[in-house]
């Protein structure tokens, strides 16, 4: 079936640093893509979203890059902040109405 | 504007027990979905709303689970009876496009 994975599980980075979060999808098929964020007892929040037409996407403080040839995504957060720090889940969306997500990357950010 | 809606926020019972859970979507959105989250995972599809039809219900327990969309605005979903295994949070989202998904906060669901 489809599957969107994460590749590490936790990340932890220096308040100001850039944070990278990495998703490799298994459906070449998958045309459309969208990054979440989930802070604890609350529901995914919409971040940014890429279209397979497209490798790159920015948004404020947030790049989107997708390499269709090895089936990969990732997020970029320039200069990360305490408010950042939640779960970050990607999400494909392949042909048809069904998205399906990663387990999610626990960004902490360390003041 | 207000957010999708969801209620309770969080419910315990003990198994064979049953259960309802209610999502008013964001005004206008046609497309509504409900996803079950295990801790520690990301959410999975259970069913997709286009208005008061089912687009997908494939990943729907349909021997305990129920899911419905009168008047194509409001849902509920029923887990009738429930098992230990459905203890999880259970997520609303709706859709105007059916691509950028807004997500309420959940109903966390303890099954004893």
């Known amino acids: 079936g489809e599957s969107v994975g994460l590749h590490l599980p936790t990340l932890s980075v220096q308040e100001g640093d850039n944070s990278i979060i990495n998703c490799a999808y298994s459906n070449s098929a998958s045309d459309y893509f969208i990054w979440y964020k989930q802070e604890s007892g609350k529901g995914p929040q919409f971040i940014i979203d890429?279209?397979?037409?497209?490798d790159k996407r920015q948004g404020q403080r947030v790049t989107v890059l997708l390499n269709k040839t090895v089936k990969h995504l990732s997020l970029q957060i320039a200069a990360t902040q305490p408010g950042d720090s939640a779960v970050y889940f990607c999400a494909g969306l392949s042909g048809g109405n069904q998205f399906y997500f990663g387990t999610g990357t626990s960004l902490t950010v360390i003041p | 504007e207000a957010g999708v809606a969801q209620s309770p926020r969080y419910k315990i019972i003990e198994k064979r027990q049953s259960v309802a859970f209610w999502c008013n979507p964001i005004s206008g959105h046609a497309t509504l979905y409900w996803y079950q989250q295990i801790l520690g995972q990301g959410p999975k599809l259970l069913i997709q709303?286009?208005?008061?039809?089912?687009?997908?219900d494939s990943q729907l327990p349909k021997d305990r689970f129920s899911a419905e969309r009168l008047k194509g605005v409001d849902s509920t979903l029923k887990i009738q009876p429930a098992k230990l295994e459905d203890s999880a949070v259970y997520l609303c989202?709706?859709?105007?496009?059916?691509?950028?998904?807004?997500f309420g906060p959940g109903t966390r669901l303890t099954v004893t």
């Open positions: 709303f286009q208005n008061n039809g089912v687009v997908d």
């Open positions: 890429i279209r397979s037409n497209m």
């Open positions: 989202a709706s859709s105007f496009s059916g691509y950028e998904q807004y």
